[in-house]
């Protein structure tokens, strides 16, 4: 393998297939980098077995080859080159990458290619076109809902379902859920109706695919694998791969309240803030926030009132104005869970519907029903 | 069979069977006796356990010649004149059945000279009825010889241990008033071997050490002197709380090394002895009992001790505040007290050649875990025994009697010994335990075993301010609980819930869990609950509902906190410690293991042959 390509466009090529990279794996090989030639490409890869990504970046190609060399010290190195053209040549007895830019000049000693696990890349058409933007916010607004821990994995993925004509991620870990709908083009850039799926990817998938999306304007294609046990995500010069999580999604319509008693429309920002300050007091008492929503009258608008108490560090109070419909309601959060939606709801007002004190609270940007958050209350008896 | 009047001799023997059990009754019977004659020396001899032969001479007032038969009569004492007596009783013996009993069951010979008389006076009994009498030279004090036990009562006989056994048993007697009596000498002769010596010195330090020898003696604390009746109430009655427990790191399998004496009589009494456990409570680990001799003086009013002719049991006119005034005490010492354990290094560091120290040792080959009171001084300045200091006055009841304001000791609550000092995380060993540096060295900290610390006193600290807060699932778990626990769960609902754990019956086995304790965000609900529940099972919780709910606590902190074996970063790690600093007692995990190990840098630097 004999190649030449510029020092940025290698950089970042290896810093977006980084991110599959396993750090410490037991197969060594996992640790490292794949580099192809590809139809006058260079293409990367890497891998963890769950998530893999593949990155074309350009290359004048002299001769074809492959091998495999440490992720980090590759990355680290180039990342350290001058911006200049890079030349990397292979010695195939010793597989040995020789790589030289400008007076700097590295062997690196790689991993014979044919130990990579394969990772699927040939797409002919997805069976359903995203909007890059669109993807990126649902991405943002479900995955930190996903459980983080192993023990129901299904709770690590997030939905991902569509009937032809909308498309809906769901998250949950058993104490919150976060649903995002968006409805779906007739006909996809290539002139052909999405197709329906239902199926459940990992979180981590996803969060690593709105990373490398950030700069995509490309409508990005989805792919189920034949087998149905893979996600391909075509994106221009990049591909994800992902193992899907096999099972069945809990009923999440279920959960969702379909009425309430009291209806509250507050500033995002000042709510966010609220509860960024009751949060800190809330850390050594259980991260219980209680929010006491009191309606107006005729002449006062109404109130949300946000409390922390912890009893051995002290307490803390504010008060938002706020468009309160419905009665009385004091409901006990824990912050984390309404810090992680308050910051991802980028309308001006959210809205926050409740029942009692034990029925769980539905959060909405003001004026879409795109995005739906409910969170169970917190129960304390003071 | 028509009713008839039983003769005296069967008779004798049904009474003697209360009164006399084993060969260790006939010893305590006359240890008593000859305690109450005010000897000062006692020496038991025993032959084949016990069976063949019990002697027990004594330097007492002994009988004079006159009495002499007539203490071998049923109920004859001198220590009792009249009913009013009882109520002050003051000796140990009184009931008059001792000697009768003894001899309706064995071959006596009994010498015994009174200190006013010149001659001495020799009497041999067989089955109770005396075969000859004599005068005869003798030494001031008694000397009675019971031979042949049970030799008329086949059935007893029969069901007596092998002989070793009974001479355990009457050593544990003797070992026991070596205690109550430190000024006395006490020498127990089994089959011609000198089997135990107190010196008699008067020092309880003495007594331990020779009842439970140096090493365990040294590491036992000293009540405070303290526990008078607080006087809220007029009926309280005065009494005074003494003796020496062991540290938390000093523990038996059972309760038999916690003796009580009660105006220096031995009891046994389950309450005191789950008293004292309490004050432990979650310093030891389960299962193990603590160490402990602790005396109780009372104005004999206030204390029953005819309840069972072998006068082991007593009731007490105020259990409650007995048994509150004991834990005190030894709750205030034992938590002062609770250190780290710190790791000593034995002398003989060759492990090749020393096989003494494999000998038996789960833990690592030469290092042997002890327990130092604070991590800030060397290990032996704080010990409540002093071995080498010279006691001017004798110290029968330590803390009862002589002043302690003499003992260069401190026993005032000195409530830093339990704060953590600032540690620095350096590192975690095999996945468990998390290595920290403090100002005094460094310190091993058992992951595990603190979280569970920390859980605990979190849960405790809410369940102070009312019930535990708890964080409602999205969707009610189905729990399906093994038919054998369904009871205890169904008996525990309310418990559970306040701890957290909301759970509906919901039919049979199933069970609705709807809410989570809000401090552990268990991303398995049920199997929590689950292994909880099971652990109780096995653990055999009672049905008092503090104890119970205690122990709820413990389970489910124990299952939520992080296991061995969990890989933990810095920040982890920092954060883990910081809460351990903030515990009120950071030392021992609620079930009573160490939470870590110290190791100073004085020992670090002996180690390495700097010093």
């Known amino acids: 393998m004999k190649i030449s390509c510029l020092q940025e466009n290698l950089a970042k ?34 891998t963890n077995l769950e998530i893999g990504i593949n990155c074309w970046v350009g290359a004048k190609v002299l001769e074809e080859g492959a091998v495999t060399v440490p992720a980090r010290l590759l990355s680290d190195f180039v990342a350290s080159l001058p911006s200049d053209q890079i030349d990397m040549d292979l010695n195939p007895r010793t597989q040995t990458l020789n790589l030289r830019c400008l007076r700097y000049e590295a062997n690196i000693k790689g991993i014979d290619a044919q130990e990579f696990p394969p990772i699927p890349t040939s797409v002919d058409g997805g069976q359903m076109y995203l909007e890059p933007d669109t993807l990126h916010e649902m991405i943002n607004q479900v995955t930190f809902a996903a459980a983080t821990d192993e023990s129901r994995p299904i709770l690590t993925g997030v939905l991902v379902n569509s009937n032809g004509n909308r498309l809906t991620f769901v998250a949950t870990d058993g104490f ?91 500033n995002t920002q000042e709510l966010l803030k609220g509860v960024k300050i009751a949060s800190l007091f809330a850390r050594d008492a259980a991260h219980i926030v209680r929010l006491q929503i009191k309606p107006g009258s005729d002449l006062t608008p109404g109130s949300m009132v946000i409390r922390a108490t912890a009893a051995e560090v002290g307490d803390n109070v504010s008060e938002l104005d706020a468009m309160v419909e419905g009665k009385e309601v004091e409901i006990a959060f824990n912050a984390k869970y309404l810090l992680d939606v308050l910051g991802v709801i980028s309308a001006e007002r959210t809205v926050l519907q409740t029942v009692n004190p034990l029925k769980p609270g539905l959060f909405n940007p003001l004026g879409s029903d795109d995005f739906i958050y409910v969170i169970m209350p917190m129960q304390v008896t003071r | 069979m028509p009713i008839q009047v039983l003769p005296p001799d069967l008779a004798a023997k049904i009474a003697a069977g209360e009164v006399i059990e084993r060969p260790a009754s006939v010893v305590k019977e006359l240890v008593e006796n000859a305690l109450d004659a005010g000897a000062t020396t006692i020496n038991v001899e025993i032959r084949e356990g016990g069976q063949r032969l019990i002697r027990v001479a004594d330097n007492g007032c002994g009988i004079p010649a006159a009495e002499a038969e007539i203490a071998f009569a049923r109920h004859a004492t001198s220590k009792l004149q009249s009913v009013d007596d009882l109520s002050r009783i003051r000796t140990l013996g009184f009931r008059g059945e001792a000697l009768p009993s003894i001899a309706a069951v064995t071959h006596i010979t009994f010498l015994t000279r009174s200190n006013t008389e010149s001659a001495g006076i020799y009497l041999r009994l067989e089955a109770g009825e005396l075969v000859s009498r004599e005068s005869r030279g003798a030494p001031a004090g008694t000397i009675i010889t019971a031979e042949h036990l049970f030799y008329n009562i086949p059935a007893r006989r029969k069901f007596l241990r092998r002989p070793a056994t009974e001479a355990g048993y009457i050593q544990e007697i003797v070992t026991r008033y070596t205690l109550a009596y430190p000024e006395r000498r006490f020498r127990l002769e089994v089959d011609g071997r000198i089997t135990f010596q107190a010196p008699g010195t008067g020092k309880m330090e003495d007594a331990l050490i020779a009842v439970y020898g140096v090493d365990t003696a040294r590491q036992m604390l000293l009540l405070p002197q303290a526990a008078a009746a607080e006087g809220d109430t007029p009926e309280q009655v005065e009494l005074e709380v003494a003796g020496f427990v062991g540290p938390p790191s000093l523990h038996r399998a059972n309760r038999k090394d916690l003796t009580f004496f009660v105006n220096h009589r031995w009891i046994q009494d389950r309450s005191l002895a789950f008293a004292v456990q309490e004050a432990y409570h979650t310093l030891l680990p389960v299962g193990r009992y603590p160490v402990g001799v602790i005396t109780i003086s009372i104005d004999p009013a206030a204390v029953d001790v005819n309840v069972h002719p072998s006068k082991n049991e007593v009731r007490f006119l105020a259990p409650h505040h007995v048994f509150s005034a004991v834990q005190r005490a030894v709750r205030r010492v034992v938590v002062e007290e609770s250190g780290i354990p710190q790791i000593t290094f034995s002398p003989a560091s060759d492990p090749w050649h020393d096989t003494t120290a494999f000998g038996g040792h789960s833990r690592a080959a030469n290092l042997r875990v002890s327990s130092a009171p604070s991590a800030s001084q060397p290990a032996y300045t704080r010990l409540a025994l002093d071995l080498h200091r010279p006691l001017d006055s004798p110290l029968s009841l330590p803390g009862a009697e002589s002043a302690q304001s003499d003992l260069p000791l401190q026993f005032e609550p000195h409530e830093e010994a339990q704060k953590l000092p600032f540690l620095r995380v350096v590192g975690q060993v095999s996945k468990s335990y998390i290595i920290a540096e403090g100002p005094e060295g460094m310190y091993m900290i058992d992951q595990h075993a603190a979280h569970e610390r920390i859980l605990y006193e979190q849960f405790m600290a809410q369940r102070g301010h009312g019930p535990v807060a708890s964080q409602a699932l999205l969707e009610p778990v189905v729990v399906h609980i093994p038919p054998a626990q369904v009871e205890f769960a169904v008996e525990s609902v309310e418990i559970l819930a306040g701890l957290g754990f909301h759970l509906e019956p919901f039919g049979g086995d199933t069970f609705l869990l709807r809410t989570l304790p809000a401090l552990i965000q268990h991303s398995q609900p049920v199997s929590l609950l689950l292994d909880v529940l099971q652990e109780l099972e096995e653990e055999r919780p009672t049905t008092v509902h503090q104890e119970r709910e205690a122990a709820l606590t413990r389970a489910v902190c124990k299952r939520a906190a992080v296991k061995a074996g969990q890989t933990l970063n810095v920040a982890e790690m920092s954060a883990l410690i910081q809460h351990l600093e903030s515990c009120a007692q950071p030392r021992t995990c609620p079930h009573g293991r160490p939470t870590m190990i110290h190791l100073s840098n004085g020992q670090l630097e002996r180690e390495f042959g700097r010093r």
């Open chain 1, 176 to 266: 919150r859920i976060s649903v995002r709908g968006s409805d779906l083009a007739q006909v996809n850039s290539q002139g052909q109706p999405n197709r329906e799926m239902n199926v459940i990817i990992p979180a981590r998938a996803l969060i690593e695919l709105g990373r490398i999306s950030g700069d995509q304007t490309e409508p990005i294609s989805v792919t189920i694998t034949e087998s149905r046990n893979q996600v391909i995500f075509q994106l221009s010069n990049i591909t994800l791969v992902s193992q899907l999580i096999e099972g069945t999604f809990p009923p999440y319509q279920q959960i969702i309240p379909k009425n309430s008693e009291t209806r509250t429309v507050v």
């Open chain 1, 13 to 46: 090529g290896l810093s977006i297939v980084g991110r599959a990279v396993a750090p410490r794996s037991t197969l060594p090989v996992l640790s490292n980098i794949l580099l192809e030639t590809d139809r006058g490409r260079l293409k990367l890869s890497a």
